[in-house]
């Protein structure tokens, strides 16, 4: 039997999703141990490999069909571009893609003035603003803590995930304009999809029926 491959986000999204796979006995008692240095896991009696790998990553793994199957976060799928099917939503990992800073820069998005955006998302700010607001700004990509560009003065407004709401509010800053809602995804590649059709669609029933 051919295996199928899983690629799934490390961090956050890992835990979820092997508990959710428990639930319809897609289990992997190998990738418990949290002293593990193994990056690649195995259930041979289902036929089934896992790894984890960093969500920008996961897309990739999917497009060239590394992995048959990967589990990663919407904001990822949209930003990356990959050429993949999306097929579930997973109903978890619920959170927001929106445009925050300063409520003084509200009037910016009002009258579509030349802003700086910063973002660890350059793709889907660029979507949103040129294609969708019309409206003509500067895009600088950072790799974290996005809230501080607003607040030492690198940019007016920041496009980033909003979950709680928590780090704004802590920080001064609010949602000025949503742009889309984001939960995690099981994307499948193209081939796959065709070649191992029945096993990746009793997956996806299976998972329908608990999320
Ligand atoms: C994410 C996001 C926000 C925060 C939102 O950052 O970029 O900073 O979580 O969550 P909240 O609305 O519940 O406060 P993450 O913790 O992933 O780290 P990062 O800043 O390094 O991207």
Known sequence: MNYITF?????????????????????????????????????EQLGLK????????????????????????????MEEGRKLYEVLDLGFGKCRMCVCGPQSAKEYLQHKELIRVATKYPNIAKDYFYNKKHQTVEIIKLNGSIELAPIVGLSEVIVDIVETGSTLRENGLTVLEEICPLSARMVVNQVSMKMEQERIWSLIDRLRKVI
């Open 7 to 43: 690629a799934l986000t490390k961090g956050r999204l890992a835990k979820t999703t092997l508990d959710l796979f428990e639930t319809i006995g897609v289990t992997c008692e190998e990738m418990k141990d949290k002293d593990s240095r193994k990056l690649i896991f195995v259930n």
């Open 50 to 77: 896992f790894f984890l790998a960093k969500g920008p990553d996961v897309p990739t793994y999917v497009e060239y069909g590394a992995a048959d199957v990967g589990i990663v976060g919407k904001d990822t799928i």
